[in-house]
């Protein structure tokens, strides 16, 4: 069955967007299910860079149709921007290739201010998130008082609907934050003109999917976020509001069950974490400023959204295991590989330890990871640059090595291993 879903199996940035970019050479359709413009993913193509934030990765292959789901939060503002920038960049975007779920949640200034209001008032508890207001647009869309792209289309019962959610979010940021109330007319007058711009935009994505897959289409289904951000199975409370999730998938392009092929994994060759929460192989010192990078290079650990450095540690196996195990991977991309290289020994996480017992996966899921301690294994490292690897016989020894530890680890195959940032970048392993 032709649907391939793409996955993040970390806490995000695992380089989902160049993967997807890949398989996008080979898919007619390319979708969007969770997240909002909180993602940031990064495809460079020759000279070109792209940071997309809603619109799929695959819309840079001039070949594919794109869609953007239900599961998603959409600032119309943040997309509107995104579509002028892939315009002026040369992609083409137009309501023929952009397809935009009539059932997706709006994102409003008033989601932005409460997500503010909110973070700020988490004082030391707060969870560090990308301040895009994605928390309360999920929180509206679940306390089913949102606004949807199809509520665009009426304009009278739009307006009536707009001022009364702002009104609503005003009582909460005066009375429980004691912060600015927001200007309705204001918020009315920006999503008005934005509704006009994207009116044509509005569609049925879920329809268009499913008939695409009847007829033997490929449709490329692309995650934001990761596993472990995954608001039911992530590091609660730690997470973002949504679904990353293969399931997610699913219930976020409206599909039924029964059309996916692959699950793919997208996985960095170590551990990356932006925000708070648990990260038990989390490192300081010497070794994560050489794994984060001092912020010179493109691809350094520093957001692609809020330009935040990222916490980096050694890869995790427990975690990854119980990645695989959420999404039913049938396969791992591993990303970053060449940012390895030069390190004497390279430390995977094969278990933890608690108590003087032994746990190669949970006990009760992500959330709670105190008094577990990571057990390591020491691989030799590999002191040559691999960017010019494009064959398994290519990689030195060492690195190889550490791939099938990996796949023997977590009994899943790599299938696709990157060495640097660009397209044609990645070793196949067939
Ligand atoms: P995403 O959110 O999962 O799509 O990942 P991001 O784009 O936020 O972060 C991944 C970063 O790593 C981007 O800057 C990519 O260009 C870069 N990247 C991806 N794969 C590789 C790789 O194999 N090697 C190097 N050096 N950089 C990579
Ligand atoms: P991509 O798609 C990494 C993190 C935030 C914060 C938490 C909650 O590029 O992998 P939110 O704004 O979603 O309420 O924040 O989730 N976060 C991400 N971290 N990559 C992302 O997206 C992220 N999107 C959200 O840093 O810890
Ligand atoms: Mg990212």
């Known amino acids: 069955m032709p649907l391939d879903i793409v996955v993040g199996t970390q806490w995000g940035d695992e380089g989902k967007g160049r993967f997807v970019d890949l398989l996008a050479a080979e898919t ?168 006009e711009q994207l009116r044509a935009y ?3 994505v879920s329809a268009l999917l499913s008939e695409a897959l009847q007829q033997g289409r490929r449709v490329l289904a692309e995650g934001a976020q990761g596993t472990l951000l995954d608001l039911d199975h992530g590091t609660y409370p730690f997470v973002t509001s949504s ?6 998938a699913l219930t976020g392009l409206g599909l039924g069950l029964g059309y996916e092929e692959r699950v793919i994994g997208v996985t960095k060759s170590f551990q990356t974490r932006v925000g708070s929460g648990p990260f038990p192989t989390e490192l300081d010192g010497i070794l994560a400023e050489r794994l984060r990078g001092t912020g010179e290079q493109p691809w350094d650990e520093f957001g692609t959204t809020t330009g935040r450095p990222r916490r980096v540690g050694w890869l995790d196996l427990v975690l990854l295991r119980y990645s695989v195990r959420i999404n039913g991977i049938t396969e791992l991309a591993l990303t970053k590989l060449d940012i390895l290289s030069g390190f004497e020994s390279i430390f995977l ?38 960017q010019s690897a494009r064959y398994w016989e290519e990689l030195p020894t060492n690195a190889r090595a550490y791939i099938l530890r ?8 790599v299938r696709l291993v990157s060495v640097g940032p660009e397209r044609e970048q990645v070793v196949e392993i067939n």
């Not at 278990?351 to 899921?365: A, D, R, S, T, V």
């Open 28 to 195: 007619d359709y390319v979708a969007r299910f969770n997240g909002g413009d909180n993602a940031g993913h990064t495809v460079h193509v020759g000279p070109q860079t792209f940071k997309l934030h809603l619109i799929p990765s695959g819309i840079v292959h001039p070949h594919t149709i794109a869609a953007i789901g239900n599961g998603v939060v959409i600032n119309p503002r943040t997309l509107l921007s995104e579509m002028k920038n892939l315009a002026e960049a040369g992609i083409l975007i137009t309501p023929k290739r952009l397809h935009l779920s009539y059932a997706a949640h709006l994102i409003t200034p008033a989601h932005l201010a409460l997500d503010r209001a909110q973070e700020a008032a988490r004082g030391n508890a707060k969870i560090g998130t990308t301040l895009r207001g994605i928390g309360p647009a999920y929180t509206s869309k679940i306390s089913r008082n949102g606004l949807r792209l199809v509520d665009m289309l009426d304009r009278q019962n739009f307006h009536s609907a707009v001022i009364d959610h702002v009104h609503s979010i005003n009582q909460q940021l005066t009375n429980l934050y004691q912060a600015e109330p927001l200007e309705s007319n204001q918020v009315w007058d920006e999503l008005y003109e934005a509704a």
């Open 202 to 204: 509005v569609d049925d």
């Open 243 to 248: 679904t990353p999730t293969a399931a997610g």
């Open 349 to 386: 996480c094969t278990h933890y330890q608690k108590n003087k017992q032994e746990f190669k996966n949970l006990l009760h899921g992500p959330s709670d990871l105190s008094g577990f301690t990571p057990i390591y294994e020491t691989l030799p490292g590999w002191p040559e640059e691999i």
């Open 406 to 413: 990996i796949e023997e680890l977590v009994e899943v195959q």
